[in-house]
T-cell receptor
Framework: AQSVTQPDIHITVSEGASLELRCNYS??????LFWYVQSPGQGLQLLLK??????LVQGIKGFEAEFKRSQSSFNLRKPSVHWSDAAEYFC??????????FGTGTRLKVLA | GAGVSQSPSNKVTEKGKDVELRCDPI?????LYWYRQSLGQGLEFLIY????????KSGLPSDRFSAERTGGSVSTLTIQRTQQEDSAVYLC?????????????FGPGTRLTVL
């Protein structure tokens, strides 16, 4: 079965600093990969997705992610974090024809 | 346009009571999903509806959980004889069509607390 690991439960960064959130997946074929963000009291919002092609994908809110097949990773990055980026971030992999398998999430705290 | 809506936003119930959670998907979306988000856990898939096809119920944790989708639109998740371990946020999502490449749009969730 597919699985997604987000090894960091909590991450704290200062505003303006760079950010990298880790995501590792286990999947036999080329995966469909996603990053979602959940702000307090909100549903999940899609930041970006990878299906094929260029391994560096750009998303909304200045986020990007890089697919590395050799490392089974799909890490999320942002060059300069804003206080409004404080939220919980979920990595997901598509399984079969319609299911998403989600990681346990990384909660980001941003220091002023 | 309107996104996915869920009601109620919060539900507190006593152990042993039945609860119903409602989801209104985005108009025109044929696929609908229910997930459970427990503290410290990721999103756990519960059930999937696609058009008039038989739903995928493989994620329902026990026979106390059931869901229906009427007229291909609104869905209701029912939990009978609630237990404290059912306390969680229940999220609904919809997508335009089936297929993992179709973005799932999530509602704000229903926070269920079982006392």
């Amino acid at each position: 079965a597919q699985s997604v690991t987000q090894p960091d439960i909590h991450i704290t960064v200062s505003e303006g600093a760079s950010l990298e959130l880790r995501c590792n997946y286990s999947y036999g074929a080329t995966p469909y990969l996603f990053w979602y963000v959940q702000s307090p009291g909100q549903g999940l919002q899609l930041l970006l997705k990878y299906f094929s092609g260029d391994t560096l994908v750009q998303g909304i809110k200045g986020f990007e992610a890089e697919f590395k097949r050799s490392q089974s990773s799909f890490n999320l990055r942002k060059p300069s974090v804003h206080w409004s980026d404080a939220a919980e971030y979920f990595c997901a992999v598509g399984e079969g024809t319609y299911k998403y398998i989600f990681g346990t999430g990384t909660r980001l705290k941003v220091l002023a | 346009g309107a996104g996915v809506s869920q009601s109620p936003s919060n539900k507190v119930t006593e152990k042993g009571k039945d609860v119903e959670l409602r989801c209104d998907p985005i108009s025109g979306h044929t696929a609908l999903y229910w997930y459970r988000q427990s503290l410290g856990q990721g999103l756990e898939f519960l059930i999937y509806f696609q058009g008039n096809s038989a739903p995928d119920k493989s994620g329902l944790p026990s026979d106390r959980f059931s869901a229906e989708r009427t007229g291909g639109s609104v869905s209701t998740l029912t939990i009978q004889r609630t237990q404290q371990e059912d306390s969680a946020v229940y999220l609904c999502a919809s997508s335009l069509a089936s297929g993992v490449y179709n973005e799932q749009f999530f509602g704000p969730g229903t926070r269920l607390t079982v006392l």
